[in-house]
């Protein structure tokens, strides 16, 4: 079960918006990896056009760099949530000592790059959890996020395959999975992020889709959803996928 992102039995996992989302035709686009010094500026200005809020789950050595890059995110609205230090492959194998340093470690540099802003959620590298994940971010009040649908943007040249992967049904509630950084290139050179968004954009307009950062349709960490113990087929369907591509 730790190899498999979207299922809930090992611990609380936001995989979808809650209802009130929903009503509000609300989907929350979500960036990993980042911040990127060429791409994630681009991503924030295609994400002005539209008017579109986002979340980018950054990683704590990347901020550490980028630090200026992390505060303009905030500055034009959107949030910026914990993605772990170093974004280890072994990172769901760690220890809850390891688990707890990785990720305090993030907050204070994301805190210091927002000047107080705290993450309130967390990502775990390729969606993989360690069975003592959970408790390690009850103890620090963060809530871990999966996804609905996920473009495969780190391992696919072809932005139309990304881009079909991420708008076939795609409807209120949904939380997509891309990325800033270590997205792959396309035949042309692109960063296939870039190729995607614009598009997915549109198709959100179209739709009457609203692209909200968490930390606003979460507006006070109490409201967020008690997420039960109970695992459906469609929490674990993402098990083949998520081990033959990492994201």
Not at 5 to 17: D, E, G, H
Not at 197 to 214: Q, Y
Request: hydrophobic share 35%; with cysteine.
């Amino acid at each position: 079960l730790v190899l498999v992102p979207r299922c809930k039995l090992i611990s609380p996992n936001l995989v979808s918006l809650p209802q009130t989302a929903i009503a509000r035709r609300e989907i929350a686009l979500t960036f990993d990896d980042g911040p990127h010094e060429e791409i994630t500026p681009q991503i924030l200005d295609h994400l002005d056009l539209h008017n579109a809020k986002a979340t980018f789950f950054c990683i704590g050595e990347k901020v550490a760099v980028y630090p200026d890059l992390v505060a303009e995110i905030i500055r034009r609205g959107h949030s910026v949530e914990n993605h772990s230090y170093r974004h280890h492959t072994f990172f769901a194998f760690g220890s809850p000592n390891l688990l707890e340093n990785e990720i305090s470690k993030t907050q204070k540099m994301i805190e210091a790059a927002t000047h107080g802003i705290a993450p309130r959620f967390f990502r775990a590298p390729f969606g993989f959890r360690s069975p003592f994940l959970g408790g390690v971010l009850r103890r620090m009040s963060l809530r871990h996020v999966a996804w609905t649908r996920r473009g495969y943007d780190t391992t696919c040249r072809n932005p139309d395959t990304v881009f079909r992967r991420l708008s076939r049904n795609l409807a209120a509630g949904d939380i997509l999975l891309l990325h800033d950084g270590n997205s792959r290139r396309s035949i042309t050179g692109h960063a296939v992020v870039l190729d995607v968004l614009p598009r997915l954009l549109e198709l959100c307009k179209h739709k009457k889709l609203h692209s909200v950062s968490l930390s606003t349709i979460f507006t006070d960490i109490q409201t967020l959803p008690q997420i039960g113990s109970q695992t459906s087929t469609s929490d674990c369907g993402d098990h083949k996928s998520s081990m033959n591509t990492l994201s």
